[in-house]
């Protein structure tokens, strides 16, 4: 596949804020994501129990409970629209009827409140991407794609708005390459297996939507630059990888919108900013209300370009405020009703820039989030003809603006990482510029790897 | 007597041709193999698992170590007498049933490996038969147990309830951790330990064995 987008969807740094895209979502209910509002969105998980055929009935209650808690708080506080996210666990995409299930009670409850009380919401559905396990088969053929197929199209059949996920297309190769910081392989598993990867599992989750009257939304990078961007945060492995890896997950990411996903964009992909510059797509991001699932150096810098704004997953446990969930909606509703009271005064620069000179000079990856230096580095991936080239491409230009950063005093790095700079400088320029080539190369360097499960060979 | 400083550092450096090389002067020199791994070899690692406690080593460098200081004790390894050990004990490590998470069980399996443990990874979604029949046939004396999802905590749970209904719970100490576990979880469930970190399971593992 040729990548489409050949253009930056922002050339003026001052265009790209948050709350406004290039290419906003109109949504049936009125809602427009990226048109000017920063909308809140919810997403939350089961306490501690187990999913049973038995457990059914209580996991319902429990979404039921939640769904209530988090509308209420959206009733009292006015808010001018939500988003609801379930990511479902995964026994509801092992039974996609339990995963549609979840959807009907969830949606059914949100019907009640915009009925009652005019509150517009809308239901993003997430199924878990179970193509992974010893089990596994095939990933487009057998039980696991089969699962994952038939809960999208039983979840956009029952009331999902918005279809999304976060696949696993190459993840097994990543996770080596980041426990290793071994560069190239983080190429190959994400600029070719899994760029192919979501090729084909986009272009169904496409079909499905546009089958079913629902907005295909996009994907994220959650096991892997995630997964990269922990192990940094906790002193495990470079940060500089972690933020390498950020930006070449952009080029993965994107081809959600390469096959016709429109956005938002799934909260926990950070590289979602880059997916912002080049395609006009909006996005959800979570930064500080997020640290009830997991810390991030990202706390504020995230909100600068969001669309939505996500606290990624919060699981029904009591506080003393009241249930988990309905206190992360109060706390994305009071931020988002600053942003957009900010935009109404014309301050949203000016906001926009104090959250991200309020991280950026302390991480590498705060730094790659920087509106001025997503565009720069944006700009020369776009250059690349294909999903190989511009990973690597995203890598090199990051190396190149985070040394620069360095010595101009934009960013505070140790000799460490700058030293590692150096070494994934040199592991990128190992990798030959012929895709055929370096994809025998690494098959033949990865023997327990099956590629064939991805039609690779 | 031998100089092990410049075998131990080069484990710490992860530079396994050095290893070899002064491993083989070692070996020549008529030192003890036993002592060859346990004053050079893991004397290096032990300096290793400290320097990334305290946030001095990366994983990829501490994996380097690893792989330096197990190719020299696989060199010296056949010239040990009969019934000398050279591990501190058998782990078996795995991700329960249904959960499908692998890199934070993967490197704390990776922590125990350094600091002298023989781990058997049994991979993510293990039943508790798989981890029973793994125990028997390693003869470990450690189970280690990983979630990530407050709903498969309870797997945890059942697991170690296998492992009892097929008894080989009072041959095995069991410890438990991942993201949504606490040490009241830990009491509750009859897990033996938890720690919150791969350098803290360690530290657990040698204080149970201990």
Redesign the interface.
């Given at each position: 596949m040729t990548v489409k987008f050949t253009e930056l969807a922002y050339t003026n740094v001052d265009e790209f804020v948050y709350g406004f895209a290039k290419k906003p979502v109109k949504c049936a209910n009125g809602m427009v994501i990226g048109g000017g509002t920063v909308y809140p969105e919810i997403n939350m998980?089961?306490?501690?129990?187990?999913?049973t055929e038995e457990t059914m009935p209580k996991v319902l209650a429990q979404y039921e409970e939640m769904i209530h808690g988090v509308c209420s708080m959206g009733v009292e506080l006015k808010v001018p629209g939500m988003i609801v996210e379930i990511e479902l666990?995964?026994?509801c995409t092992f039974n996609p009827q339990w995963g549609i299930d979840v959807t009907k009670v969830v949606k059914g409850v949100m019907k009640e409140y915009e009925t009652k009380f005019g509150l517009k919401s809308l239901l993003r559905m997430t199924p878990v991407d179970?193509r992974?396990?010893?089990a596994l088969k095939h990933m487009y053929k057998g039980a696991e794609w089969d699962q994952v197929m038939d809960t999208m199209k039983g979840c956009a059949a029952n009331g999902a708005d918005f279809l999304a996920i976060e696949s696993v297309g190459g993840k097994h190769l990543h996770?080596e390459s980041?426990?290793?910081?071994d560069l190239p392989k983080a190429v190959f598993s994400l600029g070719i297996v899994g760029c192919r990867d979501m090729i084909i599992l986009w272009d169904e989750i496409v079909k499905i939507s546009a089958a079913n009257n629902v907005i295909a939304s996009g994907d994220t990078a959650c096991g892997f630059a995630n997964?990269s961007m922990v192990?940094g945060h906790?002193?495990?492995?470079?940060k500089v990888f972690a933020a390498i890896d950020r930006v070449m997950c952009a080029v993965r990411t994107m081809v959600a919108v390469e096959c016709g996903a429109v956005g938002p964009d799934k909260d926990c992909g950070y590289e979602g900013v880059y997916l912002k510059a080049i395609t006009g797509t909006p996005i959800s991001m979570e930064g500080r209300v997020a640290a009830c699932a997991h810390s991030s150096a990202v706390g504020n810098v995230s909100l600068a370009l969001a669309d939505c704004w996500s606290n990624e997953s919060v699981?029904n446990v009591r506080l003393l405020g009241n249930m988990a969930p309905t206190v992360s909606m109060e706390q994305l509703i009071y931020d988002c009703r600053q942003m957009n009271v900010a935009t109404a005064k014309g301050l949203a620069l000016q906001m926009r820039d104090i959250l991200v000179e309020s991280d950026n000079k302390y991480d590498p990856t705060a730094y790659i989030m920087t509106p001025s230096v997503v565009l720069k580095i944006a700009g020369e991936i776009i250059k690349g003809k294909t999903h190989f080239e511009r990973t690597k491409i995203a890598a090199g230009a990051t190396i190149t603006e985070l040394r620069a950063a360095v010595l101009s005093g934009f960013l505070e790095l140790g000799p460490k990482e700058m030293k590692y700079l150096d070494i994934f400088e040199k592991q990128l320029k190992s990798i030959p510029a012929d895709e055929a080539q370096f994809t025998a190369d690494m098959i033949k360097a990865n023997p327990k790897h099956d590629l064939r499960m991805y039609d690779i060979s | 007597m031998f100089d092990f400083s410049g075998l131990s550092n080069a484990v710490i450096a992860g530079d396994e041709d050095v290893v070899l090389d002064l491993a083989q002067q070692a070996i020549n020199a008529k030192v003890d193999p036993l002592s060859i791994i346990n004053d050079g070899l893991i004397a290096g690692m032990n300096v290793v698992g400290a320097r990334f406690k305290v946030n001095d080593m990366y994983v990829p460098e501490v994996l380097m170590s690893a792989a330096a200081m197990k190719a020299g004790v696989a060199l010296v390894k056949p010239l040990l007498i009969s019934g000398e050990v050279t591990t501190k004990g058998t782990v078996v490590i795995g991700t329960v049933t249904g959960d499908l998470h692998d890199i934070g069980k993967s490197l704390v399996g990776m922590m125990m490996e350094c600091s002298g443990y023989a781990v058997i990874d049994l991979g993510v979604d293990v039943s508790g038969d798989d981890f029973v029949a793994a125990i028997k046939a390693n003869k470990a004396e450690i189970v280690a147990l990983s979630c990530m999802l407050t709903t498969t905590m309870l797997q945890m749970k059942t697991t170690i309830e296998v492992l009892a209904a097929q008894g080989v719970r009072k041959d095995v100490k069991v410890i438990i951790g991942g993201a949504p576990i606490t040490q009241e979880f830990s009491d509750n469930i009859g897990s033996d330990g938890y720690a919150t970190d791969a350098a803290g399971a360690v530290d657990l593992i040698t204080k149970l064995l201990n």
């Open positions: 998980t089961l306490p501690m129990m187990s999913i666990l995964p026994p179970v992974e396990g010893k996770d980041v426990m290793n910081i997964t192990m906790k002193n495990f492995i470079p699981e | -």
